[in-house]
């Protein structure tokens, strides 16, 4: 860890103070003050959430960098919140939803293979010096873990940094890059929802199987609402983090084992113990759904999983330092080039195929942001459509590493040539 000259280094300090800003957003965003209400239906509350901690690192006030509340929440909140989420999730209501949500992320997908080549192409023609270097320093290494990032998530981003080895100054270059431009993006998807009817008319789409998603889920929430007792809150925590303590114990048996016997197996992701991690929870909570323990959704089991989420959220919104665009403008019009080559399929397949912006998105974000963004923009839409946004993240893991190694080999050949 290195040394940090924030205000504040404390970590249990920095979690007063996200707490704090999160319970401020959240009153503020639930006001009947006119002025409020006018300034929310304009600016996403849970942009907030990411941008307002993200001054905190901007201004010095705290180390982001170094701060271990970003480990402790996608390692022990984000899994229990996976299972609370998928608790009562309708796997043949989903199924019903057919094959245009996987479509949509595929096509997420697709654009962020084909984009990181075609961004250092575009770039190279006005400036070959952004997208060049050698060795550790080739810009194109780094872009590798930008690609694993946007397709799954920290798992295979990590995964590419140990298959390419950039270097560490470029590769936390790169975390900036990633991070600011897919949270750009996201603020741009949070404000599309406020006009999702304008966008569907646009594409042509039908949303009545959202819809129909949505209300039959609610309904069931609704029909087992109940005052939560102590015992209640209790049996939720017990499943939210006993499942965690299986997935960690299982991920720390099956990782290790496959990187012994099988370490082919590394470029998808599967020698990762936070990919298995991530795996097990969601499968966990979605055998889970199949039993009377469903009906803890009544007791407020997806409610606590949002509060675990949104804690991530202002974790994640705390590693984004804003004055980092000043300092690397190169890197950031590569990674804004690379982000509208894949806005531009994704609104293409989506014209196309008549899709619904909620395809759009949550596909979207299930291939750039992973667990930690899909549940959290679904749940925008409207909290009962959180699992859509998790079994999408889940596929991202599954197909990201493979994806960003492609991607990657053909940056690097491009580069070369």
């Known amino acids: 860890m290195t040394e940090t000259h924030a205000l504040v280094s404390n970590d249990a300090v920095v979690l007063g103070m996200l707490l704090l800003i999160l319970a401020g957003i959240f009153k503020t965003s639930t006001s009947s003050n006119p002025k409020l209400k006018a300034f929310y239906s304009v600016v996403p509350m849970i942009l907030l959430c990411y941008f307002v901690p993200s001054l905190l690192t901007t201004f010095n006030i705290v180390d982001g960098e170094n ?28 199924a019903r939803l057919g094959w245009k949500p996987v479509a949509m992320f595929l096509a997420g997908t697709v654009g962020v293979v084909i984009g990181g080549p075609l961004a250092i192409l575009i770039t190279s023609v006005f400036a070959p010096d952004l997208v060049g270097g050698a060795g550790p ?48 993006w996201m603020a741009f998807l949070l404000i599309g929802i406020g006009k999702q009817d304008a966008i569907n008319r646009f594409f042509r789409a039908d949303s009545s199987s959202v819809d129909r998603l949505r209300d039959k889920m609610e309904a069931f929430s609704k029909s087992i609402t109940r005052a939560p007792s102590t015992a209640d809150l209790m049996i939720i925590l017990g499943i939210g983090f006993g499942a965690t303590a299986f997935a960690h114990g299982a991920a720390d048996l099956i990782a290790p084992y496959l990187l012994e016997h099988a370490p082919g197996l590394q470029r998808f992701s599967l020698t990762s113990g936070f990919f298995w991690l991530i795996v097990i929870a969601t499968a966990i909570g979605v055998c889970l759904s199949f039993t009377p323990l469903r009906t803890f959704e009544g007791a407020g089991a997806s409610k606590i999983g949002t509060v675990f989420i949104f804690v991530l959220v202002a974790t994640i919104g705390m590693k ?12 950031f019009m590569v990674g804004a080039i690379w982000m509208i080559i894949h806005i531009v399929i994704l609104l293409v397949v989506a014209y196309l195929i008549r899709a619904p912006y909620f395809f759009l998105a949550v596909g979207s974000k299930a291939n750039i942001g992973g667990a930690a963004s899909a549940p959290v923009l679904a749940a925008a839409f409207h909290p009962a459509l959180a699992p859509v946004g998790v079994l999408l993240a889940v596929l991202g893991y599954v197909l990201g590493t493979y994806g960003a190694w492609l991607s990657a080999l053909v940056m690097q050949a491009i580069s070369v040539g």
Do not use: H
């Open 320 to 331: 984004m330092d804003i004055k980092a665009i000043g300092q690397y403008p190169g890197l």
């Open 67 to 94: 701060s271990r509340l970003y480990f402790v929440a996608s390692r022990y909140l984000l899994p229990a919140c996976l299972v609370l989420l998928t608790l009562s999730v309708d796997l043949r209501e989903i």
């Open 137 to 184: 320093e080739a810009v194109w290494r780094g872009l590798a873990t930008i690609a694993g990032s946007w397709i799954g998530g920290g798992a295979n981003q990590a995964a590419m940094y140990e298959i390419f080895k950039p270097s560490n100054e470029l590769y936390s270059v790169m975390i900036t890059v990633d991070v600011i431009v897919a949270e750009i």
